[in-house]
């Protein structure tokens, strides 16, 4: 990593180290146009105070950061064991931020984790994230990042993630085999990549078997696609299209929610309604009726992600290039009780 | 927080700032003899070389570290949200670092805590942790640290926590009250505070209540206290001691690894088995059938723990002395199918 020197600033603007020193420290006995150059020049480099004493002692922390939008999600449980797990073997700490769902939290982390001088960061987006400054701000810097699961595709960085589209249709695609036909589905958030591509993945499922896609059959989870989403959309689900024969829910969690409802009106799954999971949370086995899921290799994303962000770190550190991958892991549907 | 500069090293010496900080940087023409004195004394006063950086912009980072055996368990991923709110609305940021129940991460992690200069930590411990100079050095650098759920007693910091004892004794004492006499404990792990709480109020309730302690209906989780820990002891009690007639688990978690080999396996719950959990996870309502527990205040734990530490910060900050809180927390049994 090249980092900006108070002597880099110094050259620029072709006074001492001392002068740059000062005017950063905005001493009285330096003029104000010279602070005003030195801050602008400082701004260019992208120097940043606390250099000085990274400097001093070496230029990796042998730290990485992660940023991710929630812990209670088991799948992100799941992640952060392999992403520890790989960083440990290779001598490195993680440095873990929850931006519970917050695009300006998450903000505010990127630049705590730069001036932590973590040497890559991993990245799962929050639902709400729809501008990117701050990831680009990252590059800019010159610093390693590895997006995984939620992803943006414009971002020009390592990625690691599902086919989500595709385990989508190879779910609803499943549940047609079976003969259902009035297929709901309980949608994520309307942001996230994941959420359009798995919506998109049901839809096209339908349209390629011949059914009509109904948009009255698709609910929003925006509650943080958690429990209570799938219960209080089942719940609706009920009421307003009691014809309905199967949901394929974005998570696992929507659909433990949705079967509790159903097990408490004594509708029976899944004679009455199929369900359908997606992630293959260790607690679909045990719900009852077992859940029908798609596996989401989650321990397997953390690792793989941590191999490539150390990896670029360490070309980083050699001023090596590195070509950007795009890791695509297999999923599988995982048939139980409940459809 | 008092940091000690360059200066407070060259005051103890005698010798210029100029000299100390050449020293620290081993420059050639610092004669060995200083160079030693100055790393001594550096040692001595716990000098860190970036203070100076931190010194140069201000002495609060506005972050604070948490320190956490495992996301895994929804509690800790209860008491994390806990922990972001209540820092958020004060503005701060929240670190989090996962030991993997492991001594020698945790022991890092406080060190990379210290060196990225957090304003305070919190900490539940690892199953591991039975040496705690670790702790003592956050106390010596003038460093709030407020432990939560997993303490240690002899450490001077506030704490935050159940009455684990109480509440195991109230979860068997119920047992005992509906009739059941051959109750065996899926314990935790031999180290931690809370396993032997718990074990201890299992073992009084047991003996206030007449019936003898016998000590193989006690099955050791060491698994990470994890769901497949309760499996594969329900199995081994089941054959071990086919005459029991319920099971106190140390965890939710536990209890539903239980259940779930008792489903499979056609041992009637509550009749043939009761089974009783602890910490009423969301999942506990969902489970079939629905697990009895102990609920134990995540959230709310998240919150105290937060609170106390802020104002422990502000008071630092003022060299005002706080005087250590232990807040315990209340906890109730939750009365469903499985008991």
């Known amino acids: 990593m090249k980092v900006t020197t108070l002597k880099d600033i110094a050259n620029e603007l072709g006074i001492s180290v001392a002068t740059v020193s000062k005017a950063l420290k905005d001493y009285p006995d330096v003029n104000k146009d010279t602070k005003e150059k030195v801050l602008q020049i400082a701004r260019k480099l992208n120097y940043s105070p606390n250099q000085l004493a990274v400097n001093l002692r070496t230029k990796q922390t042998k730290t990485i950061g992660v940023i991710i939008p929630t812990t209670v999600h088991h799948f992100f449980s799941k992640v952060i064991d392999g992403i520890i797990e790989e960083a ?3 001598g490195y700490l993680v440095i873990i931020l929850q931006s519970s769902e917050k695009l300006f939290l998450e903000k ?10 973590v040497d890559g960061i991993l990245m799962s987006l929050s639902n709400k994230t729809n ?15 590895v997006l995984f699961d939620k992803i943006e595709p414009s971002i020009s960085c390592s990625k690691v993630r599902i086919d989500d589209k595709k385990a989508a249709y190879e779910a609803v695609s499943y ?9 709901s589905h309980f949608r994520g958030d309307l942001n996230p990549k994941i959420s359009n591509d798995r919506f998109e993945g049901y839809r096209e499922a339908l ?6 896609y109904d948009p009255s059959l698709v609910y929003l989870c925006n509650n943080n696609t958690d429990f209570e989403d799938g219960y209080t959309n089942a719940k609706k689900l ?11 829910a974005i998570t696992d969690l929507v659909a433990i929610g949705a079967i509790k409802y159903f097990n408490e009106n004594n509708i029976k799954i899944p004679d009455d309604v199929a369900v359908f999971g997606f992630s293959n949370w260790f607690m679909s086995s045990v719900v009852s009726p077992a859940l029908t899921t798609v596996h989401q290799p989650a321990h397997q994303m953390g690792v793989v992600a941590t191999e490539i962000l150390l990896n670029e770190i360490e070309l980083n550190k050699e001023n090596t290039p590195c070509i950007h991958k795009e890791v695509i892991l297999p999923t599988k549907l995982i048939l139980r009780e409940s459809c």
Chains 1, 2 share one sequence.
Do not use: M
């Open 88 to 90: 440990e073997k290779k």
């Open 108 to 117: 505010l982390q990127v630049n705590l984790l730069l001036d932590k001088r």
């Open 131 to 145: 501008e990117f400054v701050h990831l680009k701000k990252v590059l800019s810097r010159n610093i390693p990042l």
């Open 175 to 183: 549940l047609i085999s079976k003969g259902y036909k009035k297929i």
């Open 207 to 212: 349209e390629d078997h011949g059914i009509t």
């Open 238 to 248: 009920i009421r307003e299209n009691p014809e309905v024969d199967s949901i394929f």
